[in-house]
C-alpha cells in the first residue's frame, strides 16, 4: 500500500528490538512515506542516531532542545506534522508512561500532543508482556484508540521462548497502512453512538441496573473516530477513559440517554445504538433513603416505561426517508437475546425501523457484558452473518466496515 505523502513519526524506545527500527525506517521510507525518528534517551544505547538520520533522510530528535544552539524541538509541531506516530519498539516502561500521561522525554509529550492515529509494537519479555499492569495498560491504550501491533512468539533476549518478540518490520508497515487507509474513509462523517448502562434511580441511594460497562459502545466510538468520522458518544456510567477525538456526553438515566439522542440525531449522519438503556424506572424517586419497615419485609415498586430510543429513532429516519431527504442517514441497533435470539433480533430489526442489528446470545461463551471479548450476528433484511468469538475491537472493525459498504452501496 502506498505511503506516498505520509508524514510518520517513528518513535524509538529503549529495547534491544530497536534494531529492527532501521529496517522499519527504510520500508516506510520505501513506501513513499516522510518519517521523522524521535529517540528516547535510552534508545541510544540500541541503535545509533546516525543510523536513523542516514536512513530516514531527516535529523533525528532526542531532547527538548539542542545544547549547542538552542534550537528548540517542539513535540507541538511534531504532533501538528503527523499523520501517524508509531513507537516501534514500545517498551513497558513508555506503554504505562502513555496509560498516566507522564511526560518526560520528547517522545512522550509528543504523543500526548499529536491529533493523528497512534500506533504501538509492544517489545519485553515474555513475563513483562504477561503481566497484569502492562495487560491492562495495552486495554487502556486500546480503549484510547491507540492500534496494539500484536508482539510475535519466539526466542527473547533473555533467553525464554514466548510472546514479546516486536513484529517484524514487514507486518508493522502493512497494519500501519491499513491504520491510514481507514483515517480517511468516514472523513465528513458524523456518528451518534450510545454506550454503557443506564441507572434509574429508586433513591438518592439506590437505582436499577444493568452489567454493561460500556466496552463495545467505546470500540465502535474509536473505530469510527480512527476512520476520521466525526463522533458524539452518549455514555452511561462508565469508568472507560474516553477515546481520541470523541466528543463524549455524560448521562446517567433513560431520560437523559433519549433528549440527548434526539437533540443530536438530527445532525448526524448515522447512528449506533450500543448503550444498554433499561426498559423500566421507577414511578416515582424517593427524595430520601428509603429505610427497612419495622413491619414488613417487603417492598413493592411501580415500575414504568421508559423512552425507546431506536423506535425515536427509527421513525424520524422513516419520515426523512419517506419525504425523500437524508436518505443517506444510518441506524444500528444491537439486541442482547437469550432465547430465540436470531427471530427475536429480527422483529426488533423490522418493529424500530433499524437499517441492521448486531445480535449477542448470552449463550454464547465469552459473549456480553463486561468481558474484553465478543461473539456477534450482523443482521440485516437480505443476510445474516455469524462471527466468531473475537475482541470487541476486531468486532467494532467488522460492525464499521458493514456501515462503510452500506454507504457506498
Known amino acids: 500500500m502506498d505511503l506516498r505523502g505520509r508524514n510518520i513519526i517513528l518513535g524509538i524506545t529503549g529495547s ?16 513513499g ?36 544552539n ?6 507541538v509541531s511534531l504532533g501538528e506534522w503527523a499523520d501517524c506516530l508509531l513507537v516501534a519498539p514500545a517498551t513497558a516502561n513508555t506503554l504505562a508512561k502513555m496509560v498516566h500521561g507522564v511526560a518526560d522525554n520528547l517522545l512522550l509529550t509528543t504523543y500526548l500532543s499529536a491529533k493523528c492515529p ?19 495498560n495495552l486495554r487502556t491504550l486500546r480503549g484510547r484508540g491507540v492500534q496494539i501491533i500484536e508482539p510475535g512468539e519466539g526466542e527473547l533476549a533473555s ?30 462523517k458524523r456518528f451518534l453512538v450510545t454506550a454503557g448502562g443506564t441507572q434509574e434511580a429508586i433513591d438518592p441511594v439506590r437505582f436499577i441496573s444493568n452489567h454493561s460497562t460500556g466496552k463495545m459502545g467505546y ?26 477525538g470523541v466528543h463524549r456526553i455524560d448521562v446517567t438515566s433513560a431520560q437523559q440517554m433519549y433528549e440527548a439522542a434526539i437533540k443530536a440525531f438530527a445532525a448526524c449522519d448515522g447512528a449506533i445504538l450500543c448503550a444498554a438503556v433499561a426498559d423500566y424506572a421507577p414511578e416515582t ?12 419485609d417487603n417492598l413493592t415498586l411501580r415500575l414504568k416505561r421508559t ?3 431506536a423506535a425515536a429513532l427509527g421513525a424520524e429516519l422513516g419520515a426523512l426517508r419517506a419525504s425523500a431527504h437524508n436518505h443517506d442517514k444510518i441506524l444500528v441497533g444491537f439486541a442482547l437475546e437469550t432465547d430465540n435470539e436470531e427471530s427475536n433480533a429480527r422483529e426488533k430489526l423490522e418493529r424500530k425501523g433499524l437499517d441492521f442489528i448486531v445480535l449477542n446470545s448470552l449463550r454464547n461463551s465469552g459473549a456480553g457484558f463486561g468481558g474484553d471479548t465478543n461473539q456477534i450476528t450482523l443482521i440485516d433484511r437480505q443476510e445474516t452473518v455469524s462471527l466468531p468469538l473475537m475482541s470487541k475491537s476486531a468486532a467494532a472493525e467488522k460492525i464499521v466496515d458493514k456501515i462503510e459498504s452500506s454507504f457506498s452501496s
Open 16 to 31: 534491544i528490538a530497536a534494531y529492527k527500527a532501521a529496517m522499519l525506517c527504510r520500508l516506510l521510507v520505501q513506501r
Open 33 to 68: 512515506a516522510e518519517v521523522r525518528v524521535v529517540m528516547t534517551p535510552l534508545a541510544k544505547q540500541f541503535i545509533t542516531p546516525l543510523t536513523m538520520a542516514t536512513l530516514s533522510k531527516n535529523p533525528i530528535s532526542v531532547e527538548f532542545f539542542d545544547p549547542e
Open 70 to 75: 538552542g534550537a528548540w524541538n517542539s513535540h
Open 118 to 136: 497512534v500506533a504501538v509494537a509492544p517489545a519485553m519479555d515474555l513475563d513483562m508482556y504477561a503481566h497484569s499492569a502492562t495487560q491492562e
Open 159 to 188: 533467553g525464554l521462548v514466548g510472546k514479546g518478540r516486536m513484529a517484524e518490520p514487514e507486518t508493522i508497515v502493512e497494519q500501519l497502512a491499513q491504520l491510514l487507509e481507514k483515517k480517511k474513509s468516514l472523513q465528513g
Open 219 to 244: 470500540a465502535l466510538a474509536s473505530e469510527l473516530s480512527t476512520r476520521g468520522a466525526e463522533v458524539i458518544l452518549i455514555s452511561g456510567p462508565t469508568n472507560l477513559p474516553t477515546p481520541n
Open 285 to 296: 424517586v424517593a427524595t430520601s433513603k428509603i429505610k427497612k419497615g419495622d413491619n414488613s
Open 307 to 309: 423512552p425507546d430510543i
